[in-house]
Structures are given as structure tokens and as C-alpha cells.
């Protein structure tokens, strides 16, 4: 089973940076796209970010200039870099693969335990 953790969240003020780290294992990583989800309060959890075998890039358009995803094939890592982190940023943020490049809808129905980001003053 494909296993996902989360870190490198925190409470950062307005304007601040957090770099996110998703550790995968139990799988092929290089092989699967992979993307940055979160979820506030009371609201579904929404794709922030992802990023293909190849590399190609898609962001939620509240994110874009903002927000970076990278991965390391080598160390089965995905990250996700925040600048200018606004509060309607705070949401807990998951990790995981992705079913297509199309629908960019996740592939497992199970999750990490995430990590908290909080953006506040």
C-alpha cells in the first residue's frame, strides 16, 4: 500500500514562506503524478498543486505565482514550496497520487495525516 507523510507545516504571518515535504512509499514513485491537496474548515478539500512524470505543472489559479511543486524521483519526495502566504491559505495539506492529468482527482481514497498550515497575524 502506498503510504504518504506529510510535514513542514506550521503558523507563519502573512506575507511568510513554508516549504512543504511529502514522503511516498510503498509504490513506484517515478511513475505516478503526484499533487498537493488541502482542506480548511468546513470547506472539500481542493488540489493545490500537482506535477506529472515529466514534470508538467498545474496550480489552483489562488496559487499560481505564489506556490511551486517540485519532486525528487531519487528520494521519493514531493514539496511544495508557499510564498506570500495569505490567511485563506490555512488548511490542513495532503499529499497524493493522482488518477490523471486530467481530472487531477486524486487516486487513493485514503490520505496522510497532513500538516497543519496556519496564516495569521
Known amino acids: 500500500q502506498v503510504q504518504f507523510v506529510e510535514s513542514g507545516g506550521g503558523l507563519v504571518r502573512p506575507g511568510g514562506s513554508l516549504r512543504l515535504s511529502c514522503a511516498v512509499s510503498?509504490?513506484?514513485?517515478?511513475?505516478?503524478?503526484m499533487g498537493w491537496y488541502r482542506q480548511a474548515p468546513g470547506k472539500q478539500r481542493e488540489l493545490v498543486a500537482g506535477?506529472?512524470?515529466?514534470?508538467?505543472?498545474n496550480y489552483a489559479d489562488s496559487v499560481k505565482g505564489r506556490f511551486t511543486v517540485s519532486r525528487d524521483n531519487t528520494h521519493n519526495m514531493v514539496y511544495l514550496q508557499m510564498n506570500s502566504l495569505k490567511p485563506e491559505d490555512t488548511a490542513v495539506y495532503y499529499c497524493?497520487?493522482?488518477?490523471?492529468?486530467?481530472?487531477?482527482?486524486?487516486?487513493?481514497?485514503?490520505w496522510g495525516q497532513g500538516t497543519q498550515v496556519t496564516v495569521s497575524s
Open positions: 506535477i506529472t512524470t515529466g514534470g508538467a505543472l
Open positions: 497524493n497520487s493522482v488518477r490523471d492529468a486530467a481530472t487531477w482527482s486524486p487516486l487513493y481514497g485514503y
Open positions: 510503498g509504490g513506484i514513485f517515478s511513475l505516478e503524478i
